[in-house]
C-alpha cells in the first residue's frame, strides 16, 4: 500500500520537475493517442516538437514562436496573480476580445488620419477595454458575491457576440465589398503592429510580454502586494488580520488580468490578426490558463510555458499540412497537458510512503 | 402571434438539456464536489451519443451511449480530483478544454450527417423532456428522503466529520461525480439528437456553464433547479421567436440574451444570499474542497 504524507512545505525540487514530468507524460499520451488514429507517433511528435525549430520550413515557422507567445504570456502574467490569490480569472478570452474591438476602434476612428499618437492610444483603448470587461465579474462579485468564475466566463460568449455584430455592423470595412470584417489595420500605418526586427517575429505585442513579465515578478516577490496576494491564496483569515482587503485585491486582480489580456487583444487586432472579424478570439485566453499553470504561476515558469505552447500552436498546424492530423488535436494536447501538470502536483505537496 | 402553449412546450424541450445537466452537477456538489467541466461532459454526450443513435439508428441508444461516455470522461476528473487532489476550480476546466478538443477531433466523420428522430410520448412531448421532470421529484427524494442521500448530504456538509463516522468519503465522491458525468452527458445528446439534430464543432455553447450558474440558482435544490433550466429555456424561446418576428435587433445581441440572464440570475440569486435573512440554501460546507484522510 502507498500512503500520501503532507509535506511541511512545498519540495523545490518537484515544483522544477513537474512540469517536465508533465510535458513528458503528455508526449508519451498523445503519442498513444496519435497512434490510435492511425499516425506514426514518433513522426508526430517530431513534427510537432523539433520540426518547426530546426525543420526545413523552419525559417517560416520560427518567427510565429514569438507572435504566439507573446499574446499568450501576457495574459498569463496576469491571470497568475489572481490564481496565485484565489482569484479565478476563466474569461481572459472575452477580455482579450474586447481589448481587441476598443483598440481597433480607436483607429478606425482615426483613419485615415496620421499620428505617432494613434497607436499609444489604442493601445490605451485595448487596456481599458479589457480592463473594463474583466471589471465586471470583479465589482458583482464585490457587490453582491456572484461567483467570478460563472460571470466572467458567461462575459466571453457575450464579447464573441459583440465580435460578430462588430465585423457585421459597426466596424464592418465600408470598402470592404460587402465582406464581414473591419478595415485591415496592417494596411494602415499609423495604427499597425509591425515586424519590430525582420525575420524574429518580434511586435510591440512581445515587447510588453516581457515588461509584463518583469512587472509580475516584481509584484509577486518584491512588493507587498505581491506578499498579499500569496497571503490571500493561502489563508485568507490570516491575510484578512493582516490587513489585506479582500474585495480590492478581486478588483485589482481582474481589472490587471483583464487589462494585460485586453492589450494582447489589440496588439493581435493591429498585428498579426490584422482585423476584427467574427472569429477574432481564438482561443489564446484559454490556453494562457494552461500556460499559467504549467508555469507554476511564476514569471520564469509562465516564459517557458508560453513558448512551449506557443510551439504546440504552430507544430500542430505543420503536422495539419504535412501529416493531415485533425486540426484539434492540439487541443486535446493541451488539455491532456494541464490534466497531467496538475496531477504530477501531487509529488510537491506529498510525499509518497510505502506502509505495510 | 406567440400561442403561450406552443412557447411553453418549446420551452421545456430548451430547458432539457440544462435541466440534465444541472441535476447532475448538483448531486455532485451536494456531495461537496465542485465540477467545472460540465461543458465539457455534455459536449461528449452529444458527440457519444449522436454517434451511437447515427449508427444504430436508435435514439435510446444514443442517449445510453451518451450516458456512458459522460460518466467515462468525468472519472477523470473523479481520479485527479479524489486520488491525487488537485485544485478542483483547474481540473474542471482542464476537462472542458480537453472535452472540446477529444470531440472536435473524433467528431469530424460526423459532420453533415443526420439524426434518427426522436419518437414522441404523451402530450406531443419527447421521452426525454419526460424523465427530465420524472428525475427532479427522484433527486429531490433520494438527497432528502433516502438513507443514502442523507450519507451524501453529510459528506458535503463535513467531509471530516463523515469520515470519522466511518463514511467511505472518496468512493461517495466519486459515485456522484459520475452521476454528474451521466446527467450531463444525457443533456448533451439531447441538444445534438432532439434539439439540432446534427453534430457541430462546440455545439453546446456554454450549456454546461449556465448549467453550474443554475445550481446556484437552484440553492441546491433539485425544484430550484427545474425552476432555473425553465426561466432558462423561457429566455432562449422569447430570444429565437424575436428573432424569427425579424425585430430590428441584430441577431448577434439577440443571443446574448442567454448568457446576460444567466449573470442577472446569478447575481439576484447570490445578492439575495447575502443580504437576505434567510438561513436555507448556503452552499455545502465542503464544497470544492479536497478531502485528505490522514488516518
Partial sequence: MLRLEPR???????????????????????????????FDPLAAIRTIFWDPLFGTAAGYSRPQLLVKAGPLILI????????????????????????????????????????????????????????????????????????????????????????????????KNPEGFGFPGSRNLQQYEPASNPELIAGTGLHWGVVAAGV?????????????????????????????????????????CLGFSGA?????????????????????????????????????????????????????????????????????????FQGMLLFFILGFDILTRFRIRRVR | MIDPLSVFLMLLGAATPILFASLGELVAERAGVLNLGVEGMMICGALAGFAAAHASGSPALGFLAAAVGG???SLIFAGLSQYLLTNQVATGLALTLFGLGLTAMFGKPYEGTKAPS???????????????????PLVWWFLNRSRAGLVLRAVGENHDAAHA?????????????????????LGGAYISIATVLQWTEGMTAGAGWIALAIVVFSRWDPRGALAGAWLFGGVTVLQLRLQAAGVSVPVQLLSMAPYLATILVLVLISAQQKFGRSAGGAAPGSLGRPFHALR
Wanted: aromatic share 10%.
Fill in chain 1, 8 to 38: 511541511a512545505s512545498a519540495s523545490l525540487g518537484w515544483q522544477i520537475a513537474t512540469p517536465v514530468l508533465a510535458v513528458l507524460a503528455t508526449m508519451i499520451a498523445g503519442g498513444i493517442l496519435f497512434a490510435a488514429l492511425g
Fill in chain 1, 212 to 252: 509584463a513579465l518583469i512587472a509580475t515578478w516584481f509584484i509577486v516577490s518584491r512588493h507587498i502586494l505581491g506578499f498579499h496576494i500569496r497571503t490571500a491564496g493561502a489563508a485568507p483569515r490570516a491575510a484578512r488580520f493582516a490587513g489585506v482587503k479582500p474585495s480590492w485585491l478581486v478588483a485589482l
Fill in chain 2, 165 to 185: 463516522l466511518g463514511y467511505p468519503v472518496r468512493r461517495i465522491r466519486v459515485l456522484a461525480i459520475a452521476f454528474g458525468g451521466a446527467m450531463a452527458g
Fill in chain 1, 260 to 332: 494585460l489580456a485586453g492589450m494582447a487583444g489589440l496588439f493581435e487586432a493591429a498585428g498579426p490578426g490584422g482585423q476584427i472579424t467574427e472569429n477574432f478570439g481564438s482561443g489564446y485566453g484559454f490556453t494562457a490558463i494552461i500556460v499559467a499553470f504549467l508555469g507554476r504561476l511564476h514569471p520564469v515558469g509562465i516564459l517557458l510555458g508560453g513558448l512551449l505552447l506557443a510551439l504546440t500552436y504552430i507544430g500542430g498546424e505543420l503536422a495539419q499540412l504535412t501529416m493531415q492530423m485533425p486540426a484539434a488535436s492540439v487541443q486535446v
Fill in chain 2, 118 to 136: 426522436m419518437p414522441m410520448g404523451p402530450l406531443g412531448l419527447n421521452w426525454m423532456i419526460w424523465l427530465g421532470l420524472i428525475a427532479v
Fill in chain 2, 71 to 73: 460518466t467515462a470522461i
Fill in chain 1, 76 to 171: 498569463a502574467c496576469g491571470l497568475a496573480l489572481g490564481f496565485r490569490a484565489g482569484i479565478w480569472n476563466i474569461g481572459a478570452e472575452g477580455q482579450y476580445i474586447i481589448g481587441g474591438i476598443c483598440g481597433a476602434a480607436v483607429a478606425l476612428a482615426t483613419y485615415p488620419n496620421e499620428g505617432i499618437w494613434i497607436f499609444p492610444a489604442m493601445i490605451a483603448a485595448g487596456a481599458l477595454g479589457g480592463m473594463a470587461w474583466g471589471l465586471i465579474p470583479a465589482l458583482l462579485r464585490n457587490w453582491f458575491g456572484a461567483s467570478e468564475i460563472l460571470v466572467s466566463l458567461m462575459l466571453v460568449y457575450v464579447a464573441q457576440r459583440i465580435t460578430a455584430w462588430m465585423s457585421f455592423g459597426p466596424l
